[in-house]
């Protein structure tokens, strides 16, 4: 038996498999899932996927209720990349808070940090609603029923000692609690999102509006379960406002499925970080804080080992 050309013909047939199986992932559909139409997170995910068709993979985002949705999806392998808010993720990959008993959700990965979302309760300028506290007995919108933004309210009224039923509760998308708030059949809306936000932005320029602060005892209180939280400020040049607002912030990640293969998390990584002026331009928020430099900044899970390639292929790992 000639064992020289046995071991010839294995070596060729395992080249040939790992140029057919290897590297070549062309054939993958990459979805990204996003958030409402009228957020943020659809327009900055849209621009992620046409930056991955660059490369050569078809890509789609599409559009979701937000954080909570996203998380979901990836585990019942319906998309395999999402922006999320960090503190949905932290719950998420580590199975506390809103997923306890349904996690912990290990197959959460990190491709990049993204930019802060702030908690921005609205109200009008003529409101009663000064304080958290202000939002017992009152008409508050919480966003989309699981959405990052719902998830983000749950805790914070957990942190001043409160409940849902201490308010009357709604639901919807940015714009519906928008035009509810501006008719007056809400007293105050949860929009945890970039500062500054288009759609608050315009409502600023139709009418006085105000936001309620988050004091430092909340902060602490929130803090000391959720250290994903961070003390931020709304200021009077972000919106038409008298003064600056104390709130709390959350990073949004662009998460990925840990089970996508190597290659194409760094192709994907590689084509971001190349054409990120394309991603930044979906928002201002994104523009001032979107880049390689704060790409680990308030990331608290494991980075995808393809994302981890080209960092330290970069030298920044």
Known sequence: MNYKNIF????????FLSMSFGQDYKDVFISIG???????????????SEIIKKVGYNSSACSTAGSGENIDL?????IEMAIAMSDTVYQAYYGVGAYKGKGPIKNLNCITG?????????????????TFKDLKGKRIGIG????????????????HDMKYSDSEISYGT????????????????????????DIIYNLSLEMPINFVAIEDEGIEK?????PFFFKEKITKEDYNIEKDIQTVAVQNLLLVDRNLPEGIVYDITKAFFENIEEVRCSNLGIRRNVSIENYDKNVD???????LKYYKDKGIR
Not at 8 to 15: G, I, N, T
Not at 34 to 48: E, N, Q, R
Not at 74 to 78: A, C, F, P, S
């Open 8 to 15: 010839l013909k294995v070596v060729v047939f395992l080249c």
């Open 34 to 48: 996003t958030g409402p139409i009228d957020g943020v997170f659809y327009p900055a995910g849209t621009a992620i």
């Open 74 to 78: 990836i585990i019942d392998k319906k």
């Open 114 to 130: 993204l930019h802060p979302n702030y908690t921005q309760i609205v109200t009008l300028r003529d409101s009663n609603v000064k």
């Open 144 to 159: 989309i029923y699981n959405s990052g933004v719902e998830l983000n309210a749950r805790l914070l009224y957990e942190a």
């Open 174 to 197: 940015p714009g519906e609690l928008i035009e509810q708030l501006k008719n007056h059949i809400l007293d105050a809306i949860f929009l945890t999102n970039t500062v500054p936000t």
């Open 222 to 226: 929130l803090r000391e379960k959720w």
């Open 301 to 307: 899970i494991p980075f995808h080992k393809g994302a």
